[in-house]
């Protein structure tokens, strides 16, 4: 069983910044791959930003791309999702996720483990 907690979300203005961190249990953290989705109100869950095992592969939605990065740290088993010139639309719930059979994935049925997620409110 893998459990990953969510943590950063906050409330910010458009234009700025936020790093968010998922701490991953369990001892094979480095054979997940990992992802980030969002879910707005009212609208369904939506693929944001995955990371294979190594770390060394990454894609993002078009929405976040050139804005949001995901990068990974093996040894403190946690994913981050740094997120610059936010904008309103990007308001969400977001959730991390790990995938026990694909690295690098953009699928939320490919994932097996989610967070319960963190709130990310961007005001105009």
């Known amino acids: 069983q893998v459990q990953l907690v969510e943590s950063g979300g906050g409330l910010v203005q458009a234009g700025d910044s936020l790093r968010l961190s998922c701490a991953a249990s369990?001892?094979?953290?480095?054979?997940?791959?990992m992802g980030w989705f969002r879910q707005a109100p009212g609208k369904e869950r939506e693929f944001v930003a995955t990371?294979?095992?190594?770390?060394?592969?990454?894609d993002y939605a078009d929405s976040v791309k050139g804005r949001f990065t995901i990068s990974r740290d093996n040894a403190k088993n946690t994913v981050y999702l740094q997120m610059n010139s936010l904008k309103p639309e990007d308001s969400a719930v977001y959730y991390c996720?790990?995938?026990?059979?694909?690295?690098?994935?953009?699928?939320?049925?490919?994932?097996?483990?989610w967070g319960r997620g963190t709130q990310v409110t961007v005001s105009s």
């Open positions: 996720a790990a995938s026990t059979r694909y690295s690098l994935t953009v699928y939320s049925a490919n994932y097996d483990y």
């Open positions: 369990g001892r094979t953290f480095s054979s997940y791959g």
């Open positions: 990371i294979s095992w190594s770390g060394h592969n990454t």
